[in-house]
């Protein structure tokens, strides 16, 4: 039971910049797990359209959930890949929540972001070092940059994205999230949040 400790270890306004940092990260831990989890608010029509490009397979959703007249939920049913612009603009906003295989996609869903909140996140195993307090968790180890926020929980909408290191609460994951972000040229900004 309970969520990792999120650690902010570089935040900007460049995406590409904070996805390169991650990635960085990423080639850091001990074990990545096969699948990253990608996420993203759509927008706009063009929001959407790049993004199908990416992820033709993949579910697109209403942003909040609607009802219809009488209490009853509404589900999106629309067809992305063939809706007029007309059609998919009276849904929106929508959102699109999907795992990939690691290292395959990320790179060109991050260059067809828009500007809605977005993660991508990479769990994994961080080495152990024991001789530090510096334990590896399954659960709880990875990286996660949020698109135009500063919450690992997302929360409300900024102009910057931010990179995270996840790992468990013990006593080394403080120095390891310092000793990361100084491998990318960052530093742990601010006290652990909420992570997955």
Known sequence: MGNSRAYPVF??????VAYRRAERLRALLA??????????ELRTVEDVRRMVAVLPEATFDYLDMRTGPNGEDVWFDLDVTTATAAALEA???LDVLTDVPTGTVEER???ALGQ????????????????????????YDGVQIVFHGARAQ??????HHTV????????????????????????VLGEPQLGW
């Open 164 to 187: 995270f290191v996840h790992g468990s609460g013990n006593r080394g994951a403080l120095t390891r999230a310092q000793e990361l972000a100084a491998r990318i040229g960052g530093e």
């Open 91 to 93: 849904h929106l906003p």
């Open 11 to 16: 935040r900007t306004t460049d995406a590409t």
């Open 109 to 111: 869903f991050v260059a």
């Open 116 to 139: 809605g909140i977005a993660e991508v996140c990479w769990p994994g195993l961080w080495p152990e070092r024991p001789e530090v307090d510096q334990y590896a968790s399954a659960k």
């Open 31 to 40: 074990e990545c797990e096969d699948e990253a989890e990608l996420y993203a």
């Open 154 to 159: 997302l929360g409300p909408w900024t102009e």
